[in-house]
């Protein structure tokens, strides 16, 4: 390679582009708007963080110590919400944005201006949600914030909802519409951006896993946009949707927000999946075991997705015949989901493996994400969710999925690809201790709550009978220790993006496949200009 | 319900695991690790069938992970350099679809029969309607074997003191607000064995009866669960849920329950108490009660102001504090202490019409206090934190106000 062409590859790029806040601001790179995402829920992880800092104080002991069982109810609201919408979700459409395009060898995503409004409504949806929590806790819990639960139940939420629901309302729309607009953007850029000989079923899984959830956002995000809105208009324009004194039904509440809320789940973990299927391949130096078959899977994971539902009310009174359909369907989610975790045991079988950050993540991933699946298994069957349902046994359950699968998904997704973003290796001691204290802490954290839970603990309460203070005091330990542990992320992304680290080669794992190793580290700021030719 | 070889061998095997174990059998115990069996039939089999799944998730958990970290050893890149390439297998992907999928109906096989059996609620002796409130719960008895006209009704309150829960540590800035405020730092007292679990009225119910529970909300939804009868039922405005326990004679005792659907701030403080007789202290007691309901409300008049505060400061602690504070400063409610409201006369008649037809957020107090209840809190309300108005309020009053 000739000095003149690197030169002018540089000169190429300060050319285009731009610098400082204008380079954020009006961003259409595809890169940039990553960047900005995931940096934006890793903001957001830390101030969901706080609020559950915050919650675990409360239970440390029983009694009410530090807040107000209202301003309990508020952390618990806004916590939840910050982690789904805020965290979980911007933090994989960041991946997207990131890895899709060097992935399947396109330039940039389909509808770069359309990405740039996607994530810049983000910031402005969760200012709106914030500020109320902000306004809560100066104003002595006055004006409330939201305080009804991530799931804002009605009646709660709409004859009940504090003043604020308006501004949740119109929060949840926002983030809505930046996720629907994200969604487009995928399967777009998917069906029409890929380089020639890329075809669907050569693409990694970590494309194919978005481009179904992608589906996914754009078939029930307006079925939340319909919740809200329903609850906007009971609320100030005299409709009677969830209210029975008018002839509406509360229960109906349920159903339309649940019939959103169950492929919400698989929103959040799909990516997951994707990640996972990348970074175990590339650590065992061996294929990944049963491509077409985890293609299918996921589609039917999908699919299923649809009819399950209900299974989240099996306690609001449903005939029988419905409770055992739902019942049925939601134990047939586990037969692909167990063909994933299979295909990735017999992906590692045979392999010739090392354990880098990444795969030391992956391979938490898989047991513990599979942890949460067992329970979740158990909480299908529908007599005995009668006594699980609404206890801790079910925070457990999915704060394995979520916080050990999904979170730990995007850890390993960030270790993986740090060094293609920043062209910096990461910090090897930092981000071993953040490993090695995240995942002995998380299952300090949450595992006890299966005991608690069975034990007959409800969920959302702000004080408890004396017979669970010995889990809880065990639990917020684990909860300190955990939040604690993800400043340590914090340093080594803050090194990586200062550039403080060893130079990180074009591949940097011996193993790992994909267009995303053919571009230099870090991946220049246009990629991909003249495509290139897949096999 | 033992159906299936499954279930038969993870029932067998617990029990050999845990013959050394014994579960508390009061539920305030803190030894239990798992699911409680409780005392009905019902409960049992819930617990039979969550030993079971526990059992068969846990094999397959185990055997999972064994593999894994079997491969993490022995396919290590030190000891097996060389990978292995193979990426399919069609006869053991068929195979992990359809060995899991039977796994599944032996699951679903005895899932069903405890539903269905759950299910039916038919060939009850005693009807309880259980009616959620923010944040208590109200217990009426509808009809027992022949009588359908009981007219026994009554509210269950939280009755541990808020001095042994609030037990602020800081002041200012963020937390805490609101009613907890004046508290910080004050010692608190020792908590009762039943903290958060013990109310002033407990529901009694017959052992050896079935009892069939109807199961509504007056405001947001709330969940009516005893963890030892087995499951939880929505309590729902403008629905009427089905629910049923039959305890076992032999089994009386008070088993405790919580409001288990997030209802707003005091969701944890709206516990459920259910004593558990025989059939003839049944009988006694509902006949006693039947015949107090029938006599009409207590209308004695308050022998002096005293009195009246007395048992007007014991209502304000159970019904209202939680709203308006302790020491009547407000909260979600409207402040007392030293507002024209609770010291101005011409207020008086509105103050009692509030209480007793409520007004907004303010529920109406008439179907949950008698009237003398109402006449001590107004003139507690009105004489307390300061006040010093002097109205002294009689039951009568109460009573001829519409």
């Not at chain 1, 419905?322 to 990735?344: A, E, R």
């Not at chain 1, 993800?486 to 591949?507: I, N, R, S, T, Y």
């Not at chain 2, 796994?103 to 038919?122: E, K």
């Amino acid at each position: 390679m000739s000095t003149a062409a690197a030169t002018h590859d540089d000169h190429h790029d300060h050319h285009h582009a731009p610098t400082g806040l204008k380079r954020w601001l009006f961003s259409t790179n595809h890169k940039d708007i990553g960047t900005l995402y995931l940096w934006f829920s890793f903001a957001m992880f830390l101030a969901g963080g706080f609020m559950a800092m915050v919650i675990r104080a409360e239970l440390l002991e029983p009694g009410m110590q530090f807040v107000d069982p209202e301003f309990f109810n508020q952390m618990t609201t806004v916590h939840g919400l910050v982690m789904v919408f805020g965290a979980v979700m911007p933090a994989t459409v960041g991946l997207a944005n990131w890895m899709i395009p060097l992935m399947i060898g396109a330039p940039d995503m389909a509808l770069p201006r359309m990405n740039n409004w996607s994530f810049w409504i983000l910031p402005f949806a969760f200012a709106i949600l914030i500020s109320s929590v902000i306004m809560s806790a100066f104003g002595d819990g006055n004006p409330s914030a939201p305080n009804f639960g991530w799931t804002f139940y009605a009646p709660l939420s709409t004859k009940y909802g504090p003043d604020s629901t308006d501004l949740f309302i119109l929060s949840v729309h926002m983030m809505g519409i930046s996720s629907i607009m994200g969604a487009i953007n995928v399967v777009v850029t998917v069906f029409n951006m890929r380089a020639p000989g890329m075809t669907l079923m050569k693409m990694p899984l970590f494309v194919w896993t978005w481009l179904i959830t992608a589906f996914l956002l754009i078939a029930v995000i307006p079925v939340l946009a319909g919740a809200v809105t329903m609850m906007l208009t009971d609320r100030h324009f005299g409709t009677s949707f969830f209210d029975a004194a008018g002839g509406g039904d509360p229960v109906l509440f349920q159903h339309v927000f649940w019939f959103f809320g169950h492929p919400e789940v698989y929103i959040m973990i799909l990516p997951s999946f994707g990640i996972v299927s990348a970074i175990i391949p590339a650590f065992a130096r061996k294929p990944l075991f049963g491509y077409a078959s985890m293609v299918y899977a996921t589609a039917s994971i999908a699919l299923l997705s649809f009819v399950v539902w209900a299974h989240h009310m099996f306690t609001v009174g449903m005939p029988l015949a419905g409770t055992l359909f739902f019942m049925y369907m939601t134990m047939l989610i586990s037969v692909p989901t167990g063909v994933k975790v299979f295909n990735w045991v017999a992906t590692m079988w045979r392999g010739s493996m090392s354990f880098e950050l990444p795969m030391k993540w992956a391979i938490a991933f898989v047991i513990l994400f599979t942890c949460g699946g067992l329970s979740g298994l158990m909480l299908a069957i529908t007599p005995v969710d009668f006594q699980y349902h609404d206890t801790y046994f079910v925070v457990a359950h999915f704060h394995y999925v979520l916080v050990t699968g999904a979170i730990f998904s995007i850890f390993a997704a960030a270790y993986y690809w740090l060094p293609k973003w920043s062209g910096v290796m990461p910090n090897k001691l930092l981000g071993e201790l953040h490993f090695w204290n995240s995942l002995i802490s998380a299952n300090l954290l949450f595992f006890p709550m299966h005991f608690v839970g069975l034990a007959g603990m409800p969920r959302r309460y702000a004080d408890y009978a004396l017979q669970f203070a010995d889990y809880n005091f065990w639990i917020s330990i684990g909860g300190f220790w955990f939040g604690l542990s993800q400043v340590l992320f914090l340093a080594v992304a803050v090194l990586c993006a200062m550039k403080k680290g060893e130079k990180a080669p074009a591949k940097p794992w011996d193993g790992a496949e994909g267009l995303e190793w053919e571009v230099p580290s870090p991946a220049p700021f246009h990629t991909f200009d003249t495509p290139p030719v897949v096999k | 319900m033992q159906s299936t070889l499954f279930h038969r061998a993870a029932v067998g095997l617990t029990s050999l695991m845990i013959s050394g174990m014994t579960f508390a059998s009061d539920w305030t115990e803190r030894s239990d690790l798992d699911l409680r069996p409780g005392v009905t039939q019902v409960s049992q089999e819930i617990q039979d069938l969550h030993t079971t799944v526990l059992w068969i998730v846990t094999v397959i958990g185990l055997l999972v992970f064994g593999l894994i970290v079997y491969s993490m050893i022995r396919h290590r890149r030190a000891k097996n350099p060389n990978p292995a390439t193979f990426h399919e297998n069609v006869f053991l992907e068929v195979l992990w679809t359809v060995i899991p999928f039977v796994i599944l109906i032996a699951m679903a096989v005895p899932a069903t029969r405890v539903l269905v059996q759950l299910d039916d609620s038919a060939e009850s002796e005693l009807t309880v309607k259980v009616t959620g409130y923010r944040w208590k719960w109200s217990y009426e008895y509808l009809t027992y074997e022949d009588d359908n006209d009981i007219g026994v009704s009554f509210f269950s309150n939280l009755a541990t003191p808020p001095e042994q829960y609030n037990n602020p540590v800081l002041s200012g800035g963020l937390f805490p607000y609101g009613t907890a405020k004046d508290l910080v730092g004050k010692e608190a007292p020792e908590k009762d064995h039943n903290y958060q679990l013990e109310v002033d009225n407990k529901l009694i119910i017959p052992s050896g009866q079935k009892v069939r529970f109807l199961v509504t909300s007056d405001d947001v939804i709330h969940s009516f669960w005893v963890p030892d009868f087995g499951g939880k039922k929505d309590a729902i405005p403008g629905f009427v849920n089905e629910t049923w326990a039959l305890v076992p004679e032999g089994k009386e005792g008070t088993y405790y329950g919580q409001c288990a659907e997030l209802c707003g701030k005091n969701h944890a403080f709206m516990p459920i108490a259910v004593e558990v007789v025989s059939q003839d202290e049944f009988k006694t007691w509902i006949a006693e009660e039947k015949e107090k309901a029938a006599s009409g409300p207590d209308l004695t008049p308050f022998s002096g102001l005293d009195q009246a505060m007395e048992e007007g400061k014991q209502v304000y602690a159970s019904a209202c504090a939680l709203c308006h504070g302790a020491n009547g400063e407000g909260g979600i409610g409207l402040p007392f202490a030293g507002t024209d409201f609770a010291t101005k006369p011409e207020h008086l008649n509105e103050h009692i019409d509030v209480l007793v037809n409520g007004r907004a957020a303010m529920p109406a107090f008439k179907a949950q206090l008698t009237p003398r209840q109402i006449a001590a809190v107004v003139t507690y309300e009105r004489n307390a934190f300061g006040n010093d108005t002097g109205d002294l309020i009689q039951p009568a009053d109460v009573n001829d106000h519409e």
